[in-house]
Every structure is written in structure tokens, then in C-alpha cells.
């Protein structure tokens, strides 16, 4: 069985409130779990102690089991000294998109051609004088 830990919604309407959950991969978001390992509460303060509540012991024992995190739950654990989190790096992040590559070559394009047709008639003036 793939185990996953991640959060599980609660809360009403625009009031989130997420637990820290061990569950089947297979699984939906809300549905069945394993075990509850914490809380998070998006709403308080980032430097709010009851932001993010994790049971570190039983987290490190789902982690040797085979559980794996999703990216806001090991960033959390991260954060909690019970896993490190791998760097993830995308330098293709911020490169625009071919489409985007063609526009702003077409834009350079006209630009030259724009500089090219004011310089010839004041060189052609100049040389008729």
C-alpha cells in the first residue's frame, strides 16, 4: 500500500482549517486516513506557534515506514527538524514560452526594420545637398 502524508481539509467556506494526515495514496483528499499526525491553520500568523502543530516521533516513524510527503507537508517537516527538504530548482521557470520567444522576435524585427527606414532618408537627404 502507498502511504502519503498530507493535509486533509476542514473548515467551512473561505475558513480553512487542514489536519496532518496519514493516508492510502488511493484515497480522496478528505476521505479516509490512516492516522492524524497534526494540524495546520493557514489563517494565524506565520510566526504563530499554532500554526502548524506536528507530532515529530510518529511523523519520523511514517517516514521510515515508506510514507511519502507532499511538498507543503515536507516543507513543514522541514521546518520541524524531522526531514530535510530537497532544493528543487526549474531554470526553465521564468524562460517564456515559444509562442512568446516568436512574438518578441517579430517586435525586434519590426523594430529594425523601423530604424533602418528612419536613417536611410536623412542619409539620402544628405547626400543630395
Given at each position: 500500500m502507498a502511504l502519503s502524508i498530507r493535509?486533509?481539509?476542514g473548515g467551512s467556506k473561505k475558513r480553512p482549517y487542514?489536519?496532518?494526515?496519514v493516508a492510502d495514496a488511493r484515497s480522496p483528499r478528505d476521505g479516509k486516513f490512516i492516522e492524524k499526525i497534526g494540524?495546520?491553520?493557514?489563517?494565524?500568523?506565520k510566526d504563530s506557534d499554532q500554526?502548524?502543530?506536528?507530532?515529530?516521533?510518529?511523523?519520523?516513524?511514517?517516514?521510515?515506514?515508506?510514507?511519502?510527503p507532499?511538498?507543503?507537508?515536507?516543507?513543514?517537516?522541514d521546518a520541524a527538524g524531522?526531514?530535510?527538504?530537497?532544493?528543487r530548482?526549474?531554470?526553465k521557470k521564468g524562460e517564456p514560452g515559444e509562442k512568446a520567444k516568436e512574438r518578441a522576435e517579430e517586435r525586434a524585427e519590426k523594430q529594425r526594420a523601423a530604424e533602418e527606414a528612419a536613417a536611410t532618408p536623412a542619409t539620402e537627404?544628405?547626400?543630395a545637398e
Open positions: 493535509l486533509s481539509r487542514y489536519r496532518i494526515v494540524n495546520y491553520n493557514p489563517l494565524l500568523a500554526r502548524v502543530q506536528l507530532d515529530g516521533e510518529r511523523a519520523k516513524h511514517w517516514l521510515s515506514v515508506g510514507a511519502q507532499t511538498d507543503r507537508v515536507a516543507r513543514f517537516l524531522v526531514r530535510e527538504r530537497a532544493e530548482s526549474n531554470p537627404e544628405a547626400a
